[in-house]
């Protein structure tokens, strides 16, 4: 193939002439100008041309993309392209959080504070989520939120009530949902948005008092992102913009009044770290594949060979997968778990 309308997105050899804000010289969460460079990586997982940087604040431990996509940039990252490569080995490994035993396990989080009333799911997508916590709570009323429209698909499959378009920082959508809710789930949500902190205080106020705020996201001090650095599966680079420690959500939080009911890494680990590395690893050890945006297409035969021998090393992915298997219940209980989750009740 050869490159057609991403020469208009990418003028630049690492696409940095539209699709960057301006470097950012302090933290978007504290404000310090202490700052330290975690990795410079490509788009590892779609073969998307471009270099993206991650940085840290000394400080607080916020970790985030620096500079941060355009509104451009984000747009053309996120959506479907006809022609780009994607690997299923790592589509699987990366979609592990979303299974469905998984989403029973954070539905089941919630059984301790009674059936609510109404819960709205941030970021929903097809609204898979509440669909699978429907099992737990059957006279709840399920709405759903969503950057797409995804979410009016799962309105009519049935599985919200409610479907809102567009951020909850968006004054109509927030408008629409404000102070309605006896529980609102923020599921590795705030690790895509533009800023975390508005995003939780959108949420917050959604809720009715007492309410409850369910919150899963990244744990940038994984000790697997240490080791691995810019092949751990999870920075995803460049959809993840925002990595909270979670000692500032917990902190924000508490600044809002809220009661930390529960908080912790032990049943919120995704056991993918390992398979994640070998499917990248993989990937990236083959002959380049084909995209829309190649000046020079690979022959027939190299992409024969790259398939083949993508088949080939699926043994070994599947390996690293049954390694972060029988290391998970260790794993919870270390710095290496990987995700935390926090639940806390609105004032």
């Known amino acids: 193939m050869s490159a057609t309308a991403s020469d208009t997105v990418f003028p630049a050899p690492h696409g940095s002439a539209r699709v960057h804000e301006p470097r950012r010289a302090d933290c978007p969460w504290c404000g310090s100008a202490r700052l330290r460079n975690r990795l410079r990586t490509g788009d590892l997982r779609r073969h998307r041309p471009g270099l993206f940087t991650v940085d840290e604040c000394r400080d607080c ?3 985030f993309q620096n500079p941060r996509l355009t ?4 747009a053309f990252y996120r959506r479907a392209v006809r022609g780009a490569p994607r690997d299923p080995a790592t589509e699987r490994v990366l979609a592990l959080h979303a299974v469905r035993h998984r989403r029973r396990a954070t539905a089941r989080a919630m059984l301790p504070f009674g059936e ?3 819960w709205l799911d941030v970021g929903t997508g097809l609204a898979r989520f509440p669909q699978t916590a429907r099992e737990f709570f059957p006279y709840t009323a399920f709405d759903g939120t969503d950057l797409t429209v995804r979410v009016e698909r799962a309105r009519d499959l049935g599985r919200v009530e409610e ?3 567009g951020p909850l920082t968006d004054p109509g959508v927030l408008a629409r949902v404000a102070g309605r809710y006896d529980v609102v789930s923020l599921l590795h949500h705030l690790e895509r948005t533009t800023d975390p902190r508005a995003e939780l205080h959108a949420a917050l106020d959604a809720l009715r008092p007492g309410g409850h705020l369910l919150v899963e996201t990244l744990d940038p001090r994984c000790a697997y992102a240490a080791l691995f650095g810019r092949w751990w599966l999870p920075y995803d680079q460049p959809r993840r913009l925002h990595l909270l420690p979670r000692r500032n959500l917990r902190e924000e939080l508490l600044a809002r009044g809220c009661e930390i009911v529960t ?7 995704v056991p993918h770290d390992l398979a994640g590395l070998t499917a990248l690893a993989l990937s990236h050890a083959l002959p380049a594949p084909d995209t829309p945006w190649r000046a020079v297409p690979p022959s027939p035969a190299q992409q024969r060979l790259r398939a083949v021998l993508l088949s080939a090393g699926t043994p070994l992915v599947v390996a690293a997968a049954a390694a ?3 290391l998970a219940p260790l794993a919870r209980h270390t710095p290496f778990a990987n995700t935390y989750r926090v639940i806390a009740r609105k004032p």
């Open 61 to 63: 431990g916020h970790t």
């Open 71 to 74: 509104a451009e940039g984000l």
């Open 116 to 118: 609510p009333e109404s």
């Open 163 to 165: 479907a809102h378009v």
């Open 263 to 269: 908080a912790g890494h032990r049943a919120a680990h």
């Open 324 to 326: 972060d298997l029988a």
